[in-house]
């Protein structure tokens, strides 16, 4: 098995995906590890010895895996079997013993729960079932740029701040944000500067992560100002573009809980350690880290100059639906409906022609070059980074989706022993887990906000 990879693995962004190749500034999309992937690795040609299969090969797998030689243990797909039988009679015994509690009386064991959990199950519906907390959209000009941002329940109510990440926008939060909001929760959700619908940075603009952190620092800090502003004037005085969302003015802001996923848990990190005592808790979803440098000083510099030379150019969609499939094909935990008002709301129409439906992206196509997200171009590196995040100061919960390819096993090691303090859990899900797992997330994060 070790031998050269084929050159479109090695450029995984060419075409409609992305246009500027591997470089040591690339992010990763699918493989964590593909910047120092040259060739094969010889020891994956044993991995699936080592994979336990969830459920029982049916004849005609079982045929094709004898063909290719590859050895069933037949004793480990009976005791397999039993198991599933005996977790299926568990279950279906559970089941019973619900019905005969509620054919007694579910008041006792409904109190038993409510002090058992944290959030009661009846209370979290499914947020594309019904929704009750339609949300609202707001722009801010702050920092030379128009900022959108996506905003969830009562403004008065207290707030939960969700960063997204690369690539992605406010409103893929709704189905979190929607049961926070049912729960009394305020969730506001920014698109990034060139994300979304926020503006482009124009020529001789960056998307470096610090742009990003001082982005998220203006909008919070006009959102809920440190201190009384007379000019602005009193604590009913409404925000642009939106009647029924007010500023709160007041001499100490109240702490704000913080959700990042993704390059957006970056955000928030560097956010929570800089301003500490503005955060009541903080959400790392599927965190990553900044990766390690394998240029010379000069190859990067180079590769930066280069990426800056040809423009990207986003793929043309003949309709709405056909943008909401590929968003789809990157998630295909993501429903139709939500799929769709993702890519209605991030699409522009490719031409003036009223009869042409064909759209395209409307976020700024700079960030399909991956050189172009300045995640090394930061005053410190990734022993810097783990070393911040292990001084957090505040209560910290990791979630990591067990399917998850994106953190490499080094990386979920360095983040384990940096984030002692902090609560870390697996849900069932890959990076994408408040898509993939959003009730139960939510589960996690009203319970971590208690």
């Known amino acids: 098995l070790e031998i050269d990879l084929e050159p479109p693995l090695l450029n995984p962004y060419e075409g409609d995906r992305m246009t500027d190749g591997v470089h040591d500034t690339s992010l990763s999309l699918g493989d964590p590890n593909f910047l120092v992937h040259q060739r094969i690795d010889p020891s994956l040609a044993d991995t699936w010895k080592t994979i336990e299969l969830p459920q029982i090969l049916g004849d005609e797998a079982r045929a094709i895996a004898y063909q290719f030689g590859y050895e069933l243990k037949a004793e480990g797909f009976k005791a397999e079997g039993r198991r599933q039988k005996a977790e299926g009679l568990k279950a279906e015994g559970r ?8 054919a007694e009386g579910l008041k006792a064991e409904g109190r038993r729960q409510k002090a058992e959990e944290s959030v009661p199950e ?3 519906q499914n947020p594309e079932s019904r929704i009750q907390n339609p949300y609202a959209e707001i722009t801010l000009d702050l920092n030379g740029l128009t900022h959108a941002l996506c905003i969830w329940g009562d403004a ?8 997204h990440g690369v690539l992605d926008q406010g409103l893929v939060w709704e189905p979190v944000a929607q049961i926070l909001a049912q729960q009394g929760y305020r969730v506001i959700a920014p698109d990034l500067r060139g994300h979304g619908r926020s503006a482009h940075v124009g020529p001789g603009g960056s998307y470096h992560l610090l742009d990003f952190l001082t982005d998220l620092d203006a909008i919070l800090t006009h959102l809920y100002p440190q201190r009384k502003n007379e000019e602005r004037g009193t604590k009913n005085e409404k925000l642009p ?59 990067q510099l180079t590769t930066l100059l280069e990426s800056q030379v040809v423009t990207p150019e986003h793929p043309v969609f003949p309709d709405v639906e056909t ?7 990157g998630t295909p935990s993501l429903s139709e409906e939500l799929s769709f008002k993702l890519a209605q709301r991030i699409c522009t129409p490719a031409n003036s022609s009223a009869s042409d439906q064909s759209v395209q992206w409307a976020w700024d196509a700079k960030l399909r070059n991956r050189t172009g997200i300045g995640f090394r171009r930061m005053p410190f590196g990734r022993v810097d980074y783990l ?42 899900g890959g990076h994408n887990i408040h898509i993939d797992a959003s009730i139960e997330l939510a589960k996690i994060i009203l319970a971590g906000m208690k």
């Open 95 to 102: 089941r019973q013993k619900a019905e005969g509690l509620k």
């Open 122 to 124: 009846s209370r979290i």
């Open 156 to 163: 008065a109510a207290p707030a939960v701040v969700c960063v």
């Open 241 to 299: 573009h939106s009647p029924t969302l007010p500023l709160l003015h007041s001499s100490t802001p109240p702490p704000i809980t913080l959700i990042g996923h993704s390059m957006g848990s970056m955000i928030t990190a560097l956010y929570a350690s800089s301003r500490p005592q503005r955060v009541r808790s903080l959400f790392l979803i599927e965190p990553i880290l900044p990766g390690e440098k394998h240029q010379s000083v000069t190859d």
């Open 323 to 329: 943008a909401a499939r590929r968003l789809r094909q």
């Open 387 to 428: 070393q911040l995040l292990s001084q957090l100061s505040v209560a910290v919960t990791a979630v990591y989706g067990d399917r998850s390819a994106l953190n490499r096993p080094d990386d979920l090691t360095a983040q384990a022993e940096a984030l002692t303090h902090a609560k870390r859990i697996t849900l069932s």
